[in-house]
T-cell receptor, first 111, second 118 residues
Framework: AQSVTQLDSQVPVFEEAPVELRCNYS??????LFWYVQYPNQGLQLLLK??????LVKGINGFEAEFNKSQTSFHLRKPSVHISDTAEYFC?????????FGSGTRLLVRP | EAGVTQFPSHSVIEKGQTVTLRCDPI?????LYWYRRVMGKEIKFLLH????????ESGMPNNRFLAERTGGTYSTLKVQPAELEDSGVYFC????????????????FGEGSRLTVL
């Protein structure tokens, strides 16, 4: 079955600490992978995407993600988070001309 | 440039009533998608239009849901009659090219329409 799994529903972290949000995908989806972010009262916006090439992808706001084919993972990382990074993050994979989303991870940055 | 707009932002209706959600995509975007998120779960695909044609409606839950895209511009999603389990946030997204196009692959989302069925 086509699926994207985000095991952590919520990740609390202190400001300026590093963070990793985990994402695993099933091998039945394509390896076009995305991370979207939803800030409160806003729509989803693209953080970064992996289509091909280098397995380390850099996105906006200092986020990056690493594609790992052997582990079918696409974890999102940031070395030092800010209060403004508090939001919900969604991992997604392209499959049959649509995106398959995970259930989201709520990142809560505390001062 | 205006983004994807959705109306209403929030709708509260009784079970058995009808609700119509509207989405205005970014001008020039041929691809329009509807998604739904129920109470903290994953964002689930409902259907995909290319211009006015339904490319994929495999995610539509049942025949109480009807989506249209008049003239390949705005789209409506009607739920009739609404049931309790239809509650959730309905997202619309548009893109110039489909998600498997290596040059694009980005969907632009609206803020969503929150539907509450009592």
């Amino acid at each position: 079955a086509q699926s994207v799994t985000q095991l952590d529903s919520q990740v609390p972290v202190f400001e300026e600490a590093p963070v990793e949000l985990r994402c695993n995908y099933s091998s039945s989806v394509s390896v076009y992978l995305f991370w979207y972010v939803q800030y409160p009262n806003q729509g989803l916006q693209l953080l970064l995407k992996y289509l091909s090439g280098s397995t380390l992808v850099k996105g906006i706001n200092g986020f990056e993600a690493e594609f790992n084919k052997s582990q079918t993972s696409f974890h999102l990382r940031k070395p030092s988070v800010h209060i403004s990074d508090t939001a919900e993050y969604f991992c997604a994979a392209a499959s049959s001309y649509k995106l398959i989303f995970g259930s989201g991870t709520r990142l809560l940055v505390r001062p | 440039e205006a983004g994807v707009t959705q109306f209403p932002s929030h709708s509260v209706i009784e079970k058995g009533q009808t609700v119509t959600l509207r989405c205005d995509p970014i001008s020039g975007h041929d691809n329009l998608y509807w998604y739904r998120r129920v109470m903290g779960k994953e964002i689930k695909f409902l259907l995909h239009f290319v211009k006015e044609s339904k490319q994929d409606e495999s995610g539509m839950p049942n025949n109480r849901f009807l989506a249209e895209r008049t003239g390949g511009t705005y789209s409506t999603l009607k739920v009739q009659p609404a049931e309790l389990e239809d509650s959730g946030v309905y997202f619309c997204a548009s893109s110039q090219m489909d998600v498997l196009d290596r040059a694009a692959g980005e969907l632009f989302f609206g803020e969503g329409s929150r539907l509450t069925v009592l």
